[in-house]
């Protein structure tokens, strides 16, 4: 069912980060903007949220940066990056079978990666950590093209990215950390290292049917408008220090972390200073270029990424470039 000019159906991932958009919900944040959001789940991630913005079941995405960015590289113009959702870069674990013969990250060279899908996050920052180790630099052929370091296994679920390091059709795979860590903590996966990639984790995309011609000259009183107005103040309201035992309560409770863990989440995220509506160019520039060495995207499409940030890939009647 279409939403309606004050209803936004918004897609999340059912993990930790999205606790400030159950907040805002909760506590009426929207309601005092006078718009109602509809929270979509969306437990395959991005791809699933795209998907829906495509095809009209969603209005609004959280999702991952380098998602979101290889997407419309792609020719996907149903949506714009809108605003930065949280700041600091997303932390992945590498993750190997109980009886892997790996116990670092060096020995993964070459080797097989479970992925959910063919240009996730999975699927990229492992060209994070290739560029980390140097071997994107070592596998660069004469003519400029470049030999993966590894080979993907698209496995589609989580579960079954956990399930192929363990039976060795796969010899590692990367996922958040805290969403992987009770998989650690019961012995079913071992951790062998942790990898940060150098941009936000995630950011907020629109459909265009909910963003402002170039001719509207009040964009101020759009439905987005409000919901970025409203989430700002629930991240606000979520890492303000006299908030902090109930937040932390909060996430304990919607996702059944213990409270050390919630605690350690806690002291790394950062949600945007400067409101949901900023959006840093250099962050997408740099994501570009390293969706164009994991193959994802090609060199014309990062050329347009740069040369249209601020027309096709950005809003920028909603968003702050920064």
Not at 73 to 78: I, L, R, S
Not at 113 to 122: F, N, P, Q, T
Not at 128 to 151: H, I, R, T, Y
Not at 232 to 260: C, G, I, L
Request: glycine share 6%.
């Amino acid at each position: 069912m279409p939403s309606t000019q004050n209803v936004l159906r918004v897609g999340f991932v059912p993990e930790h980060f999205s606790s400030p958009l159950h907040m805002a919900v909760e506590l009426g944040f929207f309601e005092r903007e006078g718009i109602v959001v509809e929270r979509v789940c969306c437990p395959s991630g991005t791809g699933e949220m795209t998907a829906k913005l495509i095809d009209g079941s969603l209005d609004v995405a959280i999702a991952l940066t380098e998602g979101l960015l290889a997407g419309i590289a792609k020719g996907h113009d149903a949506y714009k990056i809108v605003g930065t959702y949280v700041e600091s870069p997303l932390c992945w674990a590498i993750s190997v079978g109980q009886k892997s013969k790996h116990v670092d990250r060096e020995s993964l060279r070459n080797g097989t990666i479970g992925i959910s899908r063919i240009g996730s996050g999975s699927h990229i920052i492992p060209y994070v950590l290739a560029e980390q180790e140097g071997w994107l630099e070592d596998n660069k052929n004469n003519d400029g093209s470049l030999d993966a370091p590894f080979e993907f296994k698209v496995l589609n679920t989580f579960k079954h990215m956990r399930d192929s390091v363990n039976d060795g059709s796969s010899d590692a795979f990367l996922w958040e950390r805290f969403t992987t860590k009770p998989y650690h903590d019961s012995n079913e996966v071992r951790s062998v290292d942790t990898i940060t990639p150098p941009w936000p984790a995630f950011m907020i995309a629109a459909s265009i049917r909910h963003l402002p011609s170039t001719n509207d000259r009040s964009p101020k009183e759009s439905a987005l408008s409000k919901f970025l107005t409203g989430l700002t103040k629930a991240t606000e309201h979520f890492v303000d220090p006299h908030n902090y035992e109930s937040s932390v309560q909060f996430v304990q409770t919607k996702m059944s972390y213990t409270r050390q863990d919630v605690q350690d989440w806690f002291s790394g995220v950062r949600y945007p200073k400067r409101g949901c509506a900023a959006v840093s160019k250099e962050t997408l520039v740099t994501c570009s270029r390293i969706l164009l060495e994991a193959g994802v995207i090609n060199k014309e499409q990062e050329e347009d990424i740069k040369a249209q940030l601020s027309t096709k890939y950005v809003n920028t009647h909603i968003t702050q470039l920064v």
